[in-house]
């Protein structure tokens, strides 16, 4: 709706009176004011940006893993406070993969290519807990596997050919900063697992 006024005359002189020309022209200042956008860009609180994330936002968690006997493997994953992830490597072994039976005794937990032959894997779980002081408290459990040739199994009165497999279980805690400096475990197998935390 268009706003109205009406205008009073002198009826001797027929010229508008000064006080309502006063008002008009504080109601235009006003309405022009409150329609311009750049006033309330001009007004605006400045925003401060820093580089800290909250102690349950997401930090980015390279593990590397080196091992002689498991291979070497190195991913990086975003992973919250509380949260887990886990990582998971198939590489085929220096003596190649081995052909193995669905006769064979754990079959169903063996890392297997296309072929159905056994490569080695390496998985680990990472759970981290990250204090108000930026420190991760972490636990991280590591499981891997290799075939180093095969072996002869009885199954059922049968002799089957399966893989020698080798297996490694280890579950370690331990604390980090999250800076981005890093922090090396050595498992008892003798496999280093370097982590290194960046939010």
């Known amino acids: 709706m268009s706003p109205c006024f009406s205008l009073s005359a002198?009826?001797?002189t027929g010229r508008v009176r000064r006080p309502v020309i006063a008002?008009?022209?504080?109601?235009?200042?006003?309405?022009?004011a409150t329609a311009t956008p750049l006033g309330a860009v001009y007004a605006a609180t400045p925003i401060t940006v820093t580089s800290q994330a909250a102690t349950d936002g997401p930090i980015r968690y390279t593990v590397k893993v080196t091992s002689k006997q498991f291979g070497n493997a190195q991913e990086t994953r975003t992973i919250r406070s509380g949260e887990s992830d886990d990582f998971t490597w198939k590489t085929v072994p220096p003596?190649?993969?081995?052909m193995a039976s669905d006769q064979c005794p754990d079959y169903a937990s063996l890392p297997l290519d296309t072929n159905?032959?056994?490569?080695?894997?390496?998985?680990?779980r990472f759970a981290p807990v990250v204090s108000n002081d930026g420190t991760a408290t972490v636990q991280l459990s590591?499981?891997?596997?290799?075939?180093?040739?095969?072996?002869?199994?009885?199954?059922?009165?049968?002799?089957?050919?399966?893989?020698?497999?080798?297996?490694a279980s280890e579950i370690v805690r331990f604390s980090m900063p999250t800076n981005g400096s890093t922090k090396t475990l050595t498992l008892t197998d003798g496999t280093q697992i370097a982590?290194?935390?960046k939010r």
Not at 95 to 98: H, I, T
């Open 10 to 12: 002198n009826a001797a």
């Open 23 to 32: 008002s008009l022209l504080v109601a235009f200042a006003a309405l022009v």
């Open 95 to 98: 003596g190649g993969a081995v």
């Open 116 to 124: 159905g032959a056994m490569i080695r894997q390496t998985q680990i």
């Open 142 to 167: 590591f499981q891997a596997q290799t075939p180093h040739g095969s072996k002869s199994v009885d199954n059922a009165g049968k002799t089957v050919q399966c893989p020698n497999n080798t297996k």
């Open 195 to 197: 982590v290194s935390a």
